[in-house]
């Protein structure tokens, strides 16, 4: 059985999607999937995500960590599913869809590759020694550091999403370097187990830890860099509550094609 897929990539994050509106979806192999996402007995990405039809929603987005396992919410992931759900012609300029922490809305351009995703409101943001800690559809563990270029980030977000506080949840760790014009950001991301060349959840979560930690009130607009691009984050922050938040970005239809069902 050959298994018709498509793959993408935002800033760097890369994604095999499947359209999945004809069937519905169970009994998922979670093997499968992870031999899917397998970059080099698979097609390679770092998690796969189904298109399914809903009743109250233009789409429903189910997305699997490149382990195999359902994951949390995937922002960069959320953007690309929006670029695929344009291509298929399930939506043209906006959109209201459905994912594991809630309704979406997004908007995208007209050539398709750049989306604006609504993410979830966050109010609660905790502290972990001179780290923050806050979940913005995934849980996230943002640090502060220097020379981050040369950083062994595997080593060190490793060590951090095994300690006995993260270890049976797992968490992801963000590490941040403060450039006059921009937060360059490095992730190491748990499902995938490895250092991502982006993370969505991850550079919202890092651009409302510096907002709080900077006293920044108002409307903000933090642009950042990550290993695999560029991405900005639009948000109003009272001083209490992080609301219209926006992770904006590229979103690219990489290639298409069949595999057989490994």
């Not at 020694?129 to 220097?146: C, D, I, Q, R, W």
């Not at 992801?172 to 250092?195: A, M, S, W, Y």
């Amino acid at each position: 059985m050959k298994i018709k897929f498509y793959k993408y990539q935002g800033a760097g994050n890369d994604f095999v999607l499947i359209d999945h509106r004809e069937s519905p979806l169970k009994n998922i192999d979670t093997g499968l999937v992870a031999k899917l996402c397998d970059r080099r007995f698979g097609i390679g990405a770092d998690g796969l995500m189904f298109l399914l039809s809903h009743p109250n929603y233009d789409f429903e987005m189910v997305y699997h960590n490149a382990d195999g396992n359902v994951g949390s919410m995937c922002g960069n992931g959320g953007r690309c599913i929006v670029a695929f759900a344009k291509h298929l012609g399930v939506i043209d300029s906006e959109t209201n869809f459905l994912a594991v922490d809630g309704p979406h809305y997004a908007k995208i351009s007209a050539e398709g590759n750049w989306v604006e995703l609504q993410m979830i409101d966050v109010d609660n943001v905790q502290l972990d020694g001179e780290a923050f800690v806050l979940n913005t559809g995934s849980p996230h563990y943002v640090k502060e550091v220097s020379s981050l270029a040369q950083m062994d980030v595997y080593t060190e977000g490793y060590n951090i999403r095994n300690n006995e506080t993260y270890k049976h949840e797992g968490i992801n760790v963000n590490f941040i370097e403060q450039k006059p014009d921009h937060l360059f950001v490095r992730t190491f991301e748990r499902g995938v187990e490895d250092e991502t060349y982006a993370c969505g959840t991850g550079v919202t979560a890092v651009a409302m830890a510096m907002a709080k930690k900077q006293n920044q009130i108002g409307k903000i607009e933090t642009p950042i860099k990550v290993l695999g691009g560029n991405l900005q984050i639009n948000f109003n922050y009272d001083g209490h509550r992080f609301t219209d938040v926006f992770l904006c970005g590229p979103a690219e239809r990489v290639f298409e094609g069949e595999i057989d069902q490994l």
